[in-house]
């Protein structure tokens, strides 16, 4: 009643500024007002009968339904986000984990490569632009040193028909693998099987050889001493006997002609027994000589046939170019006035020759080469040794 009283004081006119009340409230102290008789029973409060600014219920419960429906469904969403984003943290952690490993695995790998790969990377005109540690240990030498260098300056033999045909293949783009000697820094020639591959750099995008080199030193050396006499450093048997049967189906493909020159010490026998085994080895060895300098085309083979017997396999030769070689030879053996006091021809060591000059129709196998050459010598020893004698007569 106290309340009610103080806020009649407070008004003026019609009109009481009432501030803000609850409906409870404001439907008590109405009702208050009525009871006093400080208004009518049917009084309203600027015009307006105080029950219609009381709030409806109904819409009021429809706006909290709304915004609790409103709330879950951005709750929902929010939840999903959130289990979204977990799993793509987890995603994110995994596969940066995943990675990480790939790293340190290229790594490794990078650097097994470095320490015990020989390779190098080069630019299109074949100069050193990176190169692994282990290709520096093997040709003794320094990265620096051979960085902006270029790979001629360790080919042993640059004119070479391999290296020639590795340049023009990797020109056009192709993959090229063979075998090159390379120099070390102590002039020691090393063996490499070599594959180079031009590719484009991701990263520069420019053009780049990658070049990788097995050592085959070792077995390139066993290689030629299963191939070489080890007596005398020319071709052995076996050498021989591979070599021309390749020649042999050359001839064939090209329809050239083949010679072949087979050589005797005469009387060798006897000087083994004026001058012993040894000297007699010396001999031979001599001789050899001889014979490798007169091979002197990239295909031409000097062999060790036998005991004294030696062979000289000159492919692409004519009968002219085959007496041309074996005057050479007993030129340049007679200059050498090797002793031999029982030589019945002369004070020294002399040689007998035969020459087998064919055509692809004259043979069919290595057998009747060697069987046409073998006649010839035969005739060479029989009229006096020291002599030439060829299945194809000569008038040079």
Known sequence: ????????????????????????RFIRIA???KQLKIVSPNSSFSGINYRDHLS??????????????????????????????????????????RLEKANQSMTRYLNVINQYINSCVLSPDLTIID??????????TFPNDLMGSNLECLISNISTQLFSDMKTTLASGKEWAGELQLNDTQGNILWFDISAQLEKNDDTQLDEITLI?????????????????????????????????NE??????NQSTLSLLMLDVDFFKQYNDTYGHQKGDTCLQAISSVLAKCAQRPADLAARYGGEEFILLLPEADIDGAYAIAHMVMT??????????????????????GIATVKSIDVTSAEDILRIADEQLYKAKSSGRNKISSNIDYYG
């Open 1 to 24: 009643m106290h309340e009610a009283k103080a806020i009649t004081r407070m008004i003026q006119a019609n009109i009481v500024d009432l501030g803000y009340f609850s409906t409870n």
């Open 31 to 33: 009702d208050t007002y």
């Open 56 to 97: 409806d219920s109904t819409f009021d419960n429809k706006w909290i339904q709304v915004t609790i429906f409103a709330s879950a469904i951005l709750t929902f969403i929010a939840f999903i986000l959130w289990g979204n984003n977990l799993r793509l943290k987890a995603k994110v952690k995994e596969n940066t984990i």
């Open 131 to 140: 190169v692994s540690e282990a290709w520096c240990r093997t040709l003794k």
């Open 213 to 245: 080199a097995i050592n085959i030193s070792d077995h390139k050396r066993i290689e030629i001493l299963s191939l070489t006499d080890s007596l005398t450093g020319l071709a052995n048997r076996r050498h021989f006997d591979a070599v021309i049967d």
């Open 248 to 253: 042999l189906r050359r001839l064939q493909r």
């Open 332 to 353: 340049h053996l007679a200059q050498l006035k090797i002793e031999h006091t029982d030589s019945s021809i002369s004070p020294y060591v002399t040689l007998s020759i």
